[in-house]
């Protein structure tokens, strides 16, 4: 087996394992708000002057755009789905672990969110930070792991010496693997 399969396949075992955690995480998280805090009860609830849970049903897609009312529950459901098989195909062949984390917290993300929209028919956001008169938007732990995982995904997009992943993917390898 070449070094490069024996490091993309660990990268990818590796990244099934930490989506599989970071869903966890953000599903108990979810289930917390819902069932033991009783947040749809409350509403919102401020924990520190800058930080709330505030319940959110987010039937959109990410931060409460409305592409949901376009595509409906299914059509966001099918996007999601043809967007996660297509990063998990990419992480399989990632054999750099800084963009197989990025893609591995996008992931953790999209399944994350689907599941919810699968059980409960929209998303739980609830993390609500605001200042002054800045509220941003209310968002969850699938929420945090996309954001941070496209930041990433960017940096390492952006950082010198890799070539894009367009011009890889047409040459068929990877800096390093051959001349």
Excluded: C
């Excluded at 098989?85 to 992480?91: A, R």
């Excluded at 992931?107 to 599941?115: D, E, R, T």
């Amino acid at each position: 087996m070449s070094e490069t399969k024996q490091i993309s396949g660990s990268y990818f075992r590796a990244g099934l394992i930490a989506v599989a955690a970071l869903v966890a995480i953000d599903q108990l998280s979810k289930w917390w708000v819902l069932n033991i805090f009783d947040l749809p009860a409350k509403g919102s609830v401020e924990i520190l002057p800058f930080f709330s849970l505030s319940m959110v049903w987010n039937k959109g897609i990410s931060m409460g755009l409305s592409l949901g009312d376009a595509l409906g529950k299914w059509g966001i459901i099918v996007l999601t789905v043809a967007i996660s098989v297509w990063l998990l195909f990419w992480l399989r062949k990632s054999v750099h672990k800084f963009e197989a984390t990025a893609l591995t917290l996008i992931l953790s993300g999209a399944f994350g969110n689907l599941i919810d929209r699968f059980v409960h028919g929209a998303v739980v956001d609830f993390i609500h930070l605001h200042a002054f008169d800045y509220n941003f938007y209310v968002f969850n732990v699938a929420d945090s792991a996309i954001t941070i995982g496209v930041i990433l995904l960017l940096i390492d997009g952006l950082r010198d010496g890799r070539k894009s992943l367009k011009k890889t993917s047409k040459e068929g390898h990877l800096d390093g693997d051959r001349p």
